[in-house]
């Protein structure tokens, strides 16, 4: 009967499917390429209602076969794509996207800005939500491509420009370029979203003509606009705008003092505590504690020389004031149930002085002075140091002696 | 500004790396004892719907209810009748032939209930019911009392069982993360590591195994061996200062071992802790040594640390995003060593453990940010702490996610795996040095398992670099996949070596191991039945000089991969000899325990049971020569008399061979008055003379048996004789020694099936009958009477056949 038909043909379609499957799996093109030529009689009647239909099936499966068959070259890439163009109307643009990417990534640059004019004009029926998105993104990408034209006639009339000779084509171009670039990349970033590239290269136009306004105000909102996701890459670029700009130590501050607290171990941290300690405002230095403390709570900055030794520098210094031990205590009451396991533990200890010496030379400070001077971390290092001879660690078991009932009071 | 290099998102070019073998090899022996394959769907579906309902995105199979509620009342009859069936059990008729005019009113005849209720079985899916009134009959009057448990109670028992069950053969959650782990070598030169993974019947029994890794790992020493009190389901492992922590998760009991630094030293217990609701995860922090995260189905999470003891870090039954039934919930650890992430089916979120209640983020979402389909759950998260310490990977039934902390919800990666089941293990290798980071996933039902390479951010805090998948992803060999390379095996060996190697999988490990300049890598897996196989790829440097064998198929060497070996290398096959040496020897042990004799109740005895031998007996030639003749003559048959029979089923006045037959004796003592005394003597009976007289009797009915069987040709004179033997009433018993003439079936009636109904019948041979006798050769209570009934018909023989009608 027709419907046992229609069973069969269903069952030796996906049949057939899991075969392709299994050689992609296995790396074998060649198989997968055979296997997918009797798929494709599977777009003969096709009922299916599931998400993903044979057709994009087939799209996907065969670029993924000519991307890494040996045999495939790029004109038959293409020619494969054109094809699928027709082959469903709603797919379109994903599928211009995609060839895109794959002319980009191949380095040819002017058939993808082709192309993505040329998915630009077309128009189908009424658009859809999707649609429009994806209509958006092509718009994006040509703009990107537009700003790196704009970039490569800029640094040439710049070189050009040196020599006191200004071509006035070239320049034309150029400001045509930045023109279709800015507004393709305008309208793309006002969607939500993560658009780190865009509004890179944006906000690099707009302060190539002196826009700065413009330009803060788009990071502020691609930072601060809540519908985005939390993008601690936003408050990055707007960090570094403003430091470009020469703006206030204390806009910069607060710029870091926002990145820290969405990302406390971001690596500006450093920076920001070393800006925070030369503050004379004592606020500020607590700040600097508290971040050099936050950013050694976490597994990535474990073992790194330079925050061990912002935090044994600032450590060191209140120390020696004797002022604001509080803050010392403040900081390591909610941290004492676990740094000790986490940081000074003598397994630690060990291996950090056979790894790396300045390492262990900074924990041990710190640790000598939160821990006391019967600290296993301390206690290892210093010895060890004496052992060999070392003159710092003589000088820092003579420091952490001498300041020792610093840690009692801290406890 | 130069203008950057696009890279893609997927597709580059990843390590190659090639499996050593054509299928995975026997790591360990066997495991031990024979396996018991967990139910499957047949098992739990109604068939007929069994094809249709097994579709995916087809929900809401028809779960055989009827047909395990039967199981439970034949497994368990005490539990679901006891006392009324002690109390009824002689109103109850097992038996086949129809019952007699006074014990009709008060006794039913189950055959024919179990007759009907095939023929219900055989009309299922008619609408008209009227058909088996009988049956309603029964189910009216009885339902309400004849069950020791209430039916209702007992059916919604049964049916949340099989609903579990069902959901269970569907997605079985509990295995989540695998109970297999790998504690690598302490010092970067030694092979020997250490695998940990459940075994014993129960899988109750956690092992430690030092291995040794060479060409094809092999074990190193006994196992270190620990007997736990419930199955284990996870066993997970972490490294922090130089020691193994190793969490072991059964459904209500986590514990917690540590392996001491030192090669070859001996795990040690440190802590369990034991759990109300049964435990849904168990992850070992890589940063702390002693501490772990423990979620339970309830919804809540707790921070374990061994000195410091249970920190509950939030309890919530509900799910925390969007409404989701599962239970499930799972924790790991992030690169803040105080902050622990939760996950449910709809999410994940990030806690810390200084302030729980406050500080809290969402890390992922199922939804639009992550772009996810619709009905994707989240199945496995796992912190790749060792590949980069804010990445995160999530696993989804459609795809894998790599997920950075910094920038919550917004995947870094995806990417659709396309696996039939659900990814429940993972594994990850790092790759040091700008190399790229391997990941292994592992589903458990279809024992898949892929190997992707992805690339992320190099070192930490580095290069701006995207994190991108690495070359295509690759299909890694799984345990049923050596069944075809196994010595060829008689069919039924070789369809128990398929369900065995074709058990879930249970677990997954993987290491790398650099031995010079060759580097391969080692996945183990362990299946349910507690089999551990591993499989070893090994990497090929970029181009190098191709080896001698590659040199000869210069065209396609670098398009697709050379054709993997064929055959598994000598080493493998005398792998797989010995496993199926060891697992053939297991198998021949006598079982520990014996299993109960399972006996059909449906009908105890068949009609062809109380047939003698098929084929025509000597008597039934005689009989059918004479027929024959008669026919040829035209004459008439007056008397069914075979022609060697002579005399043939005369009234035989009993002889009294040893003494007078029982009935003379009781007759003649009821009749002197002194009954009484005659009933003492027949009741103690001495045992040992019952027994000789059984024993007699059962040699004399093995005779008999040989002989009689004037069985199939005859039977339908046969039921025409039972007809009217049911309304005569017997006849004088014939003597034992005589053979019976006729099949008993149309005998059996004769006797009254209920013997309580003349108590006053017990000759010596009847003793033997009594239930004490029957119980002691552990005949069951309900079937006592049957048994009785079956074999009065031998002690007093068939009555006298009565006269055709047509003498």
Redesign the interface.
């Known amino acids: 009967s027709s419907h046992e038909h229609k069973l069969n043909f269903k069952k030796s379609k996906e049949l057939c499917l899991s075969y392709i499957?299994?050689a992609?799996?296995?790396?074998?093109?060649?198989?997968a390429a055979e296997f997918l030529t009797f798929y494709v009689e599977s777009l003969e009647k096709d009922y299916s209602r599931e998400?993903i239909g044979p057709s994009e099936m087939i799209w996907r499966i065969g670029t993924?076969i000519l991307?890494?068959?040996?045999?495939s070259s790029m004109r038959e890439f293409n020619c494969f794509i054109e094809q699928m163009k027709t082959l469903g109307v709603k797919r379109y643009l994903k599928v211009c996207l995609e060839h895109v990417?794959?002319l980009?990534?191949h380095?040819q640059i002017d058939e993808a800005y082709q192309n993505l004019s040329l998915a630009e004009s077309w128009r189908f029926g009424e658009q859809t939500a999707i649609q429009d998105k994806e209509m958006k993104l092509i718009q994006a990408y040509r703009g990107l491509l537009d700003y790196?034209s704009w970039?490569?006639q800029?640094?040439i009339l710049l070189e050009h420009g040196l020599d006191g000779f200004a071509d006035l084509s070239v320049e034309q171009e150029m400001h045509s370029s930045f023109r279709k670039a800015a507004v393709n990349l305008k309208e793309i970033i006002k969607i939500p979203g993560?658009w780190d590239l865009f509004v890179k290269c944006y906000v690099?136009l707009l302060e190539f003509y002196g826009d700065h306004d413009e330009a803060r105000q788009v990071l502020n909102e691609y930072a601060y606009n809540s519908k985005f996701?939390?993008?601690?890459?936003a408050h990055v670029y707007l960090y570094q705008l403003l430091k470009r700009h020469g703006e206030s130590k204390k806009s910069l501050v607060s710029a870091l003092k926002i990145l820290h607290d969405?990302?406390p171990?971001?690596?500006l941290m450093i920076d920001f505590n070393t800006m925070l300690q030369k503050s004379k405002k004592s606020k500020k230095r607590r700040l600097g504690l508290e971040v050099i403390f936050a950013v050694l709570?976490?597994?990535?900055?474990k073992e790194?020389v330079k925050a061990w030794s912002c935090l044994a520098r600032q450590v060191k210094q209140i120390v020696i004031s004797e002022k604001h031990l509080d803050w010392i205590k403040q900081e390591w009451n909610?941290r004492k149930?676990?740094w000790p396991?986490?940081h000074f533990?003598r397994?630690?200890a060990k291996r950090n002085w056979l790894e790396n010496k300045s390492l262990s030379y900074e924990k041990a400070l710190v640790a000598g002075i939160l821990q006391g001077k019967d600290c296993k971390y301390f206690k290892y290092v210093s010895h060890q140091g004496c052992k060999a001879q070392v003159k710092r660690f003589r000088m820092l078991k003579k420091f952490v002696n001498r300041h020792s009932p610093v840690y009692l009071r801290t406890s | 500004q130069a203008q950057p290099a696009f890279v893609p998102r997927r597709g580059g070019t990843g390590e190659v790396w090639k499996p050593a073998e054509v299928a995975a090899v026997p790591a360990l022996p066997p495991g031990e004892g024979c396996w018991i394959p967990s139910p499957a769907p047949e098992d739990i579906v109604y068939h007929n719907s069994r094809y249709r309902k097994l579709q995916p995105g087809k929900a809401g199979a028809t779960l055989d209810f009827a047909k395990q509620l039967g199981h439970f009342f034949l497994d368990h009859p005490e539990d679901a009748f006891g006392s009324m069936g002690r109390l009824l059990h002689k109103n109850f008729y097992l038996g086949n032939s129809k019952l007699k005019r006074p014990a009709r009113n008060s006794t039913i005849r189950m055959t024919a209930l179990m007759e009907d209720i095939d023929r219900l079985e055989a009309r299922r899916g008619c609408h008209r019911q009227h058909l088996a009134s009988r049956v309603r009959w029964f189910s009216h009057l009885c339902r309400d009392w004849l069950f020791e448990v209430p039916l209702g109670l007992l059916a919604d028992c049964l049916h949340e069982e099989l609903m579990l069950q069902w959901s269970d053969l569907l997605f079985d959650d509990s295995l989540t993360g695998g109970a297999l782990a790998w504690l690598p070598p302490r010092d970067r030169g030694s092979c020997t590591g250490c695998l940990v993974y459940p075994g014993g019947q129960a899988m109750n029994h956690l092992y430690f195994q030092g291995m040794v890794l060479e060409k094809l790992p092999h074990a190193w020493g006994s196992p270190a061996q620990f007997e736990l009190s419930g199955r284990i389901r996870q066993v997970a492992a972490a490294q922090v200062d130089g020691e193994d922590f190793i969490g072991v998760r059964s459904d209500y009991h986590c514990g917690v071992w540590r392996v001491p630094g030192r090669t070859g030293a001996t795990p040690a217990p440190l802590q369990v802790i034991h759990t109300d609701v049964p435990a849904s995860c168990l992850t070992v922090s890589p940063h702390l040594p002693g501490e772990l995260a423990v979620c339970t189905q309830s919804g809540t999470v707790y921070l374990w640390n061994i000195e410091t003891g249970l920190q509950q870090l939030r309890h919530d039954t509900q799910t925390m995003f969007f409404r989701d039934h599962s239970p499930w919930r799972w924790s790991d650890f992030t690169a803040h060593p105080r902050v622990l992430s939760c996950a449910d089916r709809t999410g994940l979120q990030c806690l810390d453990a200084r302030d729980p209640k406050k500080c809290h983020f969402d890390l992922f979402k199922v939804g639009e940010e992550a772009s996810c389909q619709q009905g994707e759950r989240v199945v496995l998260p796992m912190y790749l702490g060792r590949a980069h310490p804010s990445q995160y990977l999530v696993t989804t039934q459609f795809s894998v996610y790599v997920l950075d902390e910094r920038l919550p919800l917004v995947p870094v990666l995806k990417w659709a795996h396309m696996m039939k089941a659900p990814p429940l293990f993972a594994q990850m290798m790092p790759g040091n040095g700008g190399r790229s980071h391997k990941v292994l996933l592992g589903a458990s039902s279809t024992q898949e398992l892929l190997l992707l390479q992805y690339q992320g951010e190099r070192g930490c805090w580095g290069s701006q670099s995207a994190c991108q998948l690495a070359g295509a992803p690759q299909k890694l060999h799984s345990i049923a996949g050596c069944l075809q390379h196994l010595p060829t095996q008689l069919p039924h060996c070789h369809h128990m070596f398929q369900q065995r190697l074709g058990a879930p999988a249970a677990g997954l490990a993987a290491t790398l191991q650099e031995d010079g300049e060759h580097e391969s890598m080692l996945v183990f897996q362990l299946s349910e039945a507690g089999d551990v196989f591993c499989q070893r790829l090994t990497h090929e440097a970029v181009r190098a000089p191709a080896p001698l064998e590659e040199a000869e198929v210069p065209q396609e060497s670098c398009a697709s991969p050379q054709p993997a070996p064929e055959v598994p290398s000598p080493a493998a096959a005398l792998r797989y000899r010995r496993w199926l040496r060891t697992f053939f020897r297991g198998y021949e042990e006598p079982p520990q325990h014996t299993w109960t004799p399972s006996l059909s109740q449906k009908r105890l005895f068949t009609c062809r049971d109380l047939e003698g031998p098929a084929g025509p007996s000597d008597l039934q030639r005689q009989v059918r020569q004479w027929l024959h003749k008669v026919m040829r003559e035209g004459g008439r048959i007056q008397r069914w008399e075979p022609l060697s029979l002579q005399p043939p089923a005369l009234p035989q006045p009993p002889e009294p061979v040893g003494g007078p037959d029982p009935l003379s004796t009781r007759l003649t003592a009821a009749w002197s008055g002194d009954w009484e005394q005659w009933w003492e003597e027949r009741s103690s009976f001495s045992v040992a003379q019952r027994q000789r007289v059984l024993r007699e009797r059962r040699r004399r009915q093995k005779r008999a048996r040989g002989r009689c069987s004037l069985s199939a040709s005859f039977t339908s004179s046969l039921t025409y004789q039972s007809e009217l033997s049911e309304l005569s009433d017997a006849g004088p018993p014939l003597s034992p020694d005589h053979p019976p003439v006729l099949s008993q079936e149309g005998a059996a009636p004769a006797s009254s099936p209920l013997p309580s109904s003349h108590p006053a019948s017990p000759a010596p041979d009847e003793a033997l009958l009594s239930s004490q006798s029957l119980r002691c050769r552990g005949i069951p209570k309900e079937r006592r009477k049957t048994l009785r009934d079956y074999l009065s018909v031998w002690i007093e023989g068939p009555s006298e056949p009565p006269e055709l009608p047509g003498s």
């Open positions: 499957q299994d992609m799996l296995q790396k074998q093109w060649k198989r998400q993924e991307c890494h068959h040996s045999h990417f794959h980009l990534c380095g790196y970039s490569k800029k640094s993560v690099d996701p939390a993008n601690p890459n969405i990302v171990s971001h690596e709570d976490y597994a990535g900055w790194s909610c149930d676990w396991a986490f533990s397994y630690l």
